[in-house]
């Protein structure tokens, strides 16, 4: 594995870790909300799964998370950097890309494809967020990060866990984009070969969201584990699958 670096459409700097492979074929793995290039290891164990099967392997910080540069989130910015992830893989050779996204990535992923079909022949979606949350801000956040998204546009949300970044920047748009996905919008056009893997125990993106997403999709199938959001038991099952689905679709 080498860290790499390289800038997104707006100058800043995203950092990520590349496993290479003597191989045309790529995958780009697109973290959760909050979340890092490693993924608390997760990403890093099926990232290397893949590379073990001759995938070219880029998993990378959004900005604003991880080691890349302070940014405000958005899904917007998070689609932007996507593209320049994929263009760093081109630039290693990479002509066949698959995408890995998780929660929140998942939706970029979607977004990612609908602007940039021709470029992308498979998708892995780990609970990927696909329709609306409607109660999201009131959920997860506090009533004094409510108030001050009400009153600045902006609030932030402090990280408990150890990592590269302990505090992200949280705009009210990408509180909105959240509570306003339209599902049938989003997966309008979507006919590339698409896994879901949900944890069954998944709180946030319930497993009822992922089967609807599904049977709205011609070429989509769903991989169910006893797990939560955060595959805290699974993540082998997931990198098994994602292995075996990237192969023969890419």
Not at 56 to 75: K, Q, R, W
Not at 161 to 186: C, H, S, W, Y
Not at 218 to 235: C, G, H, L, P, W
């Amino acid at each position: 594995m080498e860290k790499v670096k390289f800038e997104n459409s707006r100058d800043l700097e995203l950092v990520g870790n590349f496993w290479s492979a003597d191989s045309e074929k790529g995958i780009v793995m697109a973290h959760g909300f909050k979340g890092s290039k490693e993924q608390y290891g997760k990403f890093t164990e099926i990232a290397e799964y893949l590379n073990q099967e001759g995938f070219n392997v880029l998993a990378f910080d959004f900005s604003g998370c991880g080691e890349s540069e302070d940014d405000s989130i958005t899904i917007d910015k998070e689609v932007e950097d996507l593209r320049a992830a994929v263009d760093f893989l081109k630039d290693k050779g990479v002509e066949r890309l698959g995408i890995l996204g998780l929660s929140q990535g998942g939706l970029v992923s979607l977004r990612y494809y609908k602007k940039h079909s021709e470029e992308v022949e498979s998708m892995v979606l780990m609970a990927p967020l696909t329709d609306a949350l409607e109660n999201y801000r009131k959920e997860k956040l506090s009533k004094k990060q409510r108030k001050e998204l009400e009153q600045k546009g902006y609030t932030k949300i402090y990280k408990e866990e150890e990592g590269e970044r302990d505090q992200f920047l949280i705009p009210e748009e990408a509180m909105k984009e959240k509570e306003t996905v339209n599902q049938d919008e989003l997966l309008e056009g979507v006919d590339v070969p698409v896994l879901f893997i949900q944890g069954e125990n998944d709180t946030t993106i319930k497993p009822e969201m992922t089967r609807n997403t599904v049977e709205k999709l011609d070429k989509a199938e769903m991989r169910t584990v006893e797990d939560n959001q955060y595959f805290e038991n699974s993540i082998d099952i997931a990198a098994e699958e994602a292995a075996e689905w990237f192969s023969k679709t890419i």
